[in-house]
């Protein structure tokens, strides 16, 4: 937001008005939901935070899946370091593993700490990958999933 200029900046946070006087001073005075805040601004510049750009890597949704195989049918690559992030959600209860490849060998293990996950549940897991590397997935027991996965650079 460019806030050259303009005493008074308008913006929302969750549908909440905000408002911030940024006139001739090193102060920023704002409100949320009618409680002041100030924030004291050094050096005259105010420090931005950039959030990463998630890309979708792979999804299935409502699929149907058989125990055991692949969920996708080929691999995803990871083209640079990221954190990936899976959701998935499965038609009834079973263990998600990730197959990662490197090169020709293949790794397989649980999400979970290897305990099943519940049907019609949503769950959510995180791994820091290199670049290089190929990933896959597999369910130990036959139903519809859903699962998304996304890729952040890291």
């Not at 299935?60 to 080929?74: E, K, M, P, W, Y």
């Not at 099943?116 to 670049?131: G, R």
Request: charged share 5%; hydrophobic share 40%.
């Amino acid at each position: 937001m460019n806030v050259a200029n303009a005493p008074t900046v308008l913006a929302t946070i969750e549908g909440q008005p905000i408002s911030v006087n940024v006139a001739n001073t090193p102060t920023v005075l704002a409100t949320i939901e009618g409680q002041p805040i100030s924030v004291n601004v050094t050096g005259g510049t105010v420090n931005t935070v950039e959030q990463p750009n998630a890309t979708l890597l792979g999804q299935v949704v409502n699929g149907s899946i058989t125990a055991n195989t692949n969920i996708f049918t080929s691999n995803l690559s990871i083209t640079q370091p990221s954190r990936i992030l899976t959701v998935a959600a499965a038609g009834v209860s079973g263990t998600l593993s990730l197959a990662l490849t490197v090169g020709t060998t293949t790794v397989q293990n649980y999400f979970n700490s290897g305990n099943p996950l519940n049907a019609n549940s949503w769950y959510e897991f995180s791994i820091d990958l290199p670049s290089g590397v190929q990933i896959n997935y597999q369910y130990t027991s036959s139903t519809t999933i859903t699962i998304l996965v996304l890729s952040e650079p890291l």
